[in-house]
């Protein structure tokens, strides 16, 4: 009997000593109150897990548990809590609003009146609580100035309104001015007069991005602000990117507006910059967008290069044929797949073997020669195309696959491919079936 137990006993001992199966326990969770406590965190991490956790149990005590707490919190913290109860019913969380609008913490008070006066039907509580919202405005901290703009967007008042234009002195930072601004544009549905008056006050500013902003909204009224702004971005190129929400959306631009989107546009920071500044100036200025992208095709990075040369081949008259047998020739990889690509849209297919051969040697442009490969809707593409579709990097299967079906169904409009039932995802991990189903379909029709 003792030679049967002690087998046992030494196995339990050692599990308990050394954690082995016999005693493996699942870790305790956290309790809701431990979460809440993270919610305060200083740390971003810590404070989004337990952000994420909460708002997907949102138990009713998860606000009471805040009730106790979130006046203690850090500003972060406060947001984030504040984020959280939003996405609780109104009727959880009411008596907790009603409870912080006592708070010490302005924009706790701020928070809570703006989501209480949203709920009211009647006059006299709006009102109260409007009186409550303004009071809180005032006494906000610069820092939290735009996080209080936001959080009370749908209350309609001119006391609000008052408020926020008395922030508008020349010595605010530029991300608020531009904020505030934004948001006065919004509730007024446009430039006024009472925020026209406070906007004059920055032009003292000693700081050129502050007085780039005054002079955008003014110039909304009075069109003299346009030289000021063009000598602005003339000094500094990269200040559209602070006006770009403040400028005019109705109409053509003006011949000084244009002056600073050219003036952002050859100094790109990215080629995304091109693409987005290029489509802004495409309806307006198509004659100063073309001579910039011209002036860009020199730039030293290659990805704004190749941005300019896609958007100059869209351009009526951008790229001449001289030029595109010339970029047929680049060693730019880019530059001759936006030759051939333009050239085959002039029903000019001369490009064809230049892309064929450009395909091995495209590196991180593989995907965008398999798209202009596919195109051509050609033969000659669909042993490449065929090869791609089993390529190392999912967006070159995916132009290659749009490639071999659009191919296939242009060169043979009679026969009826079923691609859906291919067994082929360029998604998928496991792809050979798939693309030896391909292959085979193409040997039985080429």
Known sequence: MIDRVFPIVITLLAAVLWGGPAMTQKPVEKSLTEWVNQLGSKHHGPRQEAYRTLLRERSPRTVGLLGRQIESFEASSQQTACNLLRGFPFDDTRQLYKQLLAAKDPFLRLVSAARLWSAAKKDAVRKRLLQVLVTALAELPDGRKLSAVHACSKVVGEAVLAEMRRWLKPKLSVHIVTGVLRELLRRERGASIATSAAVKSLLTSKEDRVLAVAHTYLLRQDAKHEKQLGDLSQKEPAMFWTIRDLLPSEGHFSDAIVAVIVAALLAPRSDRDVNQLAQL???????????????????????????????????RGGLKTKDLQDLLRSEA??????????????????????????????????????????????????????????????????????????????????????????????????????????????????
Do not use: C
């Not at 100036?281 to 941005?307: C, V, Y």
């Open 333 to 446: 990889v880019v530059a001759r797949l936006v030759a051939a690509d333009t050239m085959r849209r002039r029903d000019d297919n001369s490009g064809l073997e230049v892309v064929l051969q450009a395909v091995p040697k495209a590196a991180k442009h593989r995907a965008e020669a398999a798209r202009v490969l596919s195109r051509f809707r050609s033969r000659k593409a669909m042993p490449v195309l065929l090869d791609l579709l089993d390529d190392a990097d999912e967006q070159v299967r995916v132009a290659a696959w749009g490639g071999v079906m659009g191919t296939m169904k242009s060169l043979f409009p009679y026969r009826r491919f079923n691609f859906r039932n291919a067994g082929y995802n360029p998604r998928a991990n496991s792809r050979a079936g798939g693309i030896e189903l391909m292959r085979s379909w193409w040997a039985g029709v080429k």
């Open 281 to 315: 100036l495409q309806a307006n200025a198509s004659m100063q967008l073309g001579a910039a992208l011209r002036t860009l095709i020199g730039h030293d990075k290659e990805d704004i290069r190749a941005a300019a040369l896609k958007q100059l081949s869209t351009l």
